[in-house]
């Protein structure tokens, strides 16, 4: 085998491996009551027709990720390297994205059968000291992305008099020396940009997830309220953190549009190891959190905790195995989602919900003239091989 077909093969199987780790364990990290987003009692979490469901998911995830290993050859061969990758890649997430909703079908036809939810007391929990009392924003863990942004203006700014007339296209993470273009301050601090960006979109989005609508279980309404504190306060801190590895990424591609360093392969995969990090953080994260806080080490007498009141069964709200959410009758615009463990996702049945997926759209329409006339450079896509 060539070189690049050994690279590509390489990260095709970890790929697939990678994948195939998460989605077995994605069951495992969901509530016991939320078994592939269906809301179930707690007694039936165990039930046989909800196990049965979970060892089937499990046996047919791991034959996806095996016929995808065996297969990983012949498609690099067929399609190319890029698109090799791409193609394998794509089809192990869409087959365990299909068994998963496979998987919800069923639990949620058992449910339905067995008439899982009748005559049990339901309701809701509401904690208001998320209001008086909300969960703060750690700032102090924004400093290393913006220690890291500062020291991104620093170097770009000695290294503004001594750059070439062009310069390479900056893609990110790399760099394209086969595409040149004019010198100029906006090409120069382009990195820059992309990391003020980065730390305004993590900042906002942290703000508006700790004021969101807490997921908290009416079994057991003060033990989950403060289990989803700590949860909240855990997910507010990883995703400033992930700033600070996502800008660590785009100072290394920076590196190479400055000539700090020479790019090459190795400086190419240096690029992607604050992201790999970053993707074991919030991996182990949510391993010992899972949604909404459950796996949290509970204090004494919380583990006892009965109010007599089942979780409100709203199922009929939940779309795409817990993915998307409508309810007309519900004011939060942002809930937290069935569908894997620290999404939250809008509230489609809410007005502004739309509003803001209309100027989002607009936005994206006005990108894409911009992009064609000329105008305004979109990134490409890129890859090692």
Known sequence: MTPFIVTALVSVLVSVALITCLMLALPALARPALPFGVRVPADRAGDPAVVGQRRRFARLVIVVGVVAAVMAVPVLLVTGYAAGVTVTVSAVIVADLLLYYLAHRRVSAAKRAGAWSAGRRQGVTVD???????????????????????????????????????????????????????????????????????????VALVVVVLRARPDLDAARPRGSARRYRLYLRGVASMSLLAAACLNLSLLVGALQLWDVVTPDIGWQVAAYVPLVALLAGWVGWEIKAGQAGHRLPGLPGEEDEDSGIEQRDDDRHWFLAGAVYA????????????????????????????????????????????????VVDLPRRHSLW
């Open 128 to 202: 208001t000291t998320f209001r008086t009392d909300p969960v703060r924003v750690p700032w102090k863990h924004g400093l290393p992305a913006l220690g890291v942004l500062l020291i991104t203006g620093g170097i770009g700014w000695s290294r503004l008099g001594g750059l070439p007339a062009t310069l390479p296209l900056y893609l990110g993470f790399a760099i394209d020396p086969g595409e040149r273009v004019a010198t100029t301050p906006l090409r120069v601090f382009e990195p820059l940009l992309y990391q003020v960006a980065v730390l305004v979109v993590v």
């Open 327 to 374: 309810n007309r009758r519900d004011p939060a615009l942002l809930v937290h989602a069935r569908l894997g463990t620290g999404s939250w996702t809008l509230n489609l049945g809410h007005p502004i919900a739309w509003l803001l997926l209309g100027v989002l759209a607009v936005a994206l329409l006005v990108l894409g003239a911009l992009s064609l006339s000329g």
